[in-house]
């Protein structure tokens, strides 16, 4: 007799299978709930690419004093940010302050958004990847969007950019990332997501120097404020719900 779930996560795409909620039963996301915790995650490991840190983690490792040279700054750097939402513009405002120049991708590029420097829609990316010091994926799963990055659009990317990825896993060909890095090309890439879930352990993607692999860890209940944040958006809801009104992070009605 389910009328309405609200659920605890941005994703709704299990909820949405055939067969798994009851016909009529209203579904909303908790959207808007995890811009803090994911940007951060996204600006650390951004940062820490930069800067070698976790190269230099592996020399500590070993016990090796070893300088490894040329880094990077963000200051006066181009930073793509493809899906400008509650994360994308979290992270721009971010980079923004280290002195970044944010260039946004959205599929309704007439709608701003805090943090973005210029706006253009989804369709500008292969114009803009030849550009970008830093390119961020942090798009939802849709037709549109499965593999968007994949081998031609990586090899259009600046031989020392930096590649993002931390929406959906699906967006990303991993198998072109791994075949370009091992190339020698990118400064580095960071990824939160993959396909699948956990990354098997014979992908060649473990044992690139110059990525940084985190299993699915940026959003989740790991900061107090995206609980707040997503029993907030609960209460909301269930306010609206009982007036009568629209709900909010409507997906299924």
Not at 30 to 41: I, K, P
Not at 209 to 227: C, D, F, K, Q, Y
Request: hydrophobic share 40%; charged share 20%; aromatic share 4%.
């Amino acid at each position: 007799q389910l009328r309405w779930l609200q659920t605890w996560s941005a994703g709704v795409d299990p909820y949405l299978k055939e067969g798994v909620l009851r016909e009529g039963a209203m579904l909303t996301s908790a959207v808007g709930a995890y811009g803090q915790a994911v940007s951060e995650h996204m600006f650390a490991t951004l940062l820490a690419l930069c800067k070698r840190l976790h190269q230099y983690r592996d020399t500590q490792n070993r016990h090796c004093w070893a300088p490894l040279g040329e880094v990077k700054t963000l200051a006066g750097a181009t930073v793509l940010v493809a899906g400008t939402g509650d994360i994308g513009s979290a992270f721009a405002r971010l980079v923004k302050g280290m002195g970044a120049h944010t260039v946004g991708l959205r599929r309704s590029p007439e709608r701003g958004a805090e943090g973005i420097d210029e706006m253009h829609p989804l369709s500008a990316l292969d114009e803009w990847l030849p550009k970008a010091d830093v390119v961020a994926l942090v798009l939802p799963h849709s037709p549109e969007t499965d593999r968007l990055m994949d081998r031609a659009r990586i090899g259009r990317m600046k031989e020392d950019a930096i590649l993002l990825s931390m929406g959906r896993g699906s967006v990303l060909d991993q198998e072109a990332l791994a075949a370009v890095m091992g190339e020698g090309r990118l400064w580095g890439a960071a990824l939160d997501v993959t396909v699948p879930e956990p990354l098997p352990q014979d992908s060649p993607l473990w044992t690139i120097p110059n990525l940084i692999i985190t299993p699915h860890s940026a959003g989740g209940m790991r900061l107090e404020v995206t609980r707040a944040n997503c029993v907030r958006q609960a209460l909301d809801n269930l306010n609206r719900w009982q007036a009568g009104k629209p709900l909010e992070n409507l997906v299924r009605r």
